[in-house]
């Protein structure tokens, strides 16, 4: 079975991204993931699309897209900016933590794109981050130059092709030729995924919580529980050592804690289930 890529061009419709000289990013974003998704096809790849056109979805919903899609990988695109102008250069490629296979993919395109000449500007840790925290696939999103700097628009322009190409040779020499490959880098860019084992153990009833996050600041988990609530869910932060989970509910059943796990993956959250 051909693995497949979820492509994000970012921004579009009434959110133009960052914009420089009256170029903006939502623009670069869609020219450039549709070059890399035609190379990815042509190569053997089936490719799914948060947008074809200048539309706007919010950053949950490009989320909820690649996870509806049942894609193996996300890929979003993006421009850099900076506060003042030609001041930066170079790519960078954002991860929801450096680790894994998508931390790998990441470092596949930054290399593959700096051989061509821009600068490699690093992997970087972006957890707050829609398309990354709540995609339930290894997720990356790349930063190809900064908009706002000449030199970087120039590179752009002139080694178009050749940077979709460097692109889309990153993400195949990561991801190989088989669904395998994605299943190794686990579900859930927060290194979470799905635990149903709900044996008998001692005997004692179990009773069971759907996590939807492990944060180590307690700001982060706060954003993620304020979400929740907006949302219709009980929900609450459980301090775990140096860490603090997002739980919601404390349900009898397995079926019941399945059931609310399923709404929750359907909203784009990454989810755990655990005892109470």
Do not use: C, W
Request: charged content about 20%.
């Amino acid at each position: 079975m051909a693995i497949t890529i979820a492509i994000d061009p970012g921004h579009g419709g009434t959110d133009p991204g960052a914009i420089y000289n009256g170029r903006q990013e939502k623009d670069d974003n869609l020219n450039l993931a549709l070059a890399v998704g035609n190379i990815l096809r042509q190569d053997g790849y089936n490719v799914e699309y948060t947008r074809t056109t200048d539309v706007y979805n919010t950053p949950v919903e490009k989320a909820r897209i690649g996870n509806m899609s049942g894609a193996d990988y996300f890929v979003s695109f993006h421009r850099n900016s900076s506060p003042f102008a030609n001041s930066y250069s170079g790519i960078e490629t954002l991860v929801y933590n450096d680790d894994g296979i998508k931390a790998e993919l990441a470092r596949n395109i930054n290399r593959e794109v700096s051989e061509l000449g821009f600068t490699d500007l690093g992997v970087k840790e972006r957890p707050n981050l829609a398309v990354l925290r709540r995609t339930r696939m290894p997720a990356v999103l790349i930063e190809t130059g900064f908009i706002n700097t000449d030199a970087d628009n120039a590179f752009f322009d002139d080694n178009f092709n050749a940077v979709a190409q460097a692109i889309a040779r990153g993400i195949e020499e990561t991801v190989g030729g088989s669904v395998g490959a994605a299943a190794g880098g686990g579900i859930g860019n927060a290194g979470i995924g799905t635990n149903t084992n709900g044996g008998s153990g001692t005997g004692t009833a179990r009773r069971y919580r759907v996590q939807t996050g492990l944060f180590r600041r307690f700001g982060n988990a706060q954003f993620m529980l304020q979400d929740l609530i907006e949302q219709g869910f009980d929900a609450e932060i459980v301090e775990s050592g140096e860490y603090f989970a997002v739980q919601t509910g404390i349900y009898n059943t397995l079926d019941e804690a399945q059931e609310v796990e399923n709404r929750l993956r359907d909203l784009g959250f990454e989810t755990l289930i655990v005892t109470a």
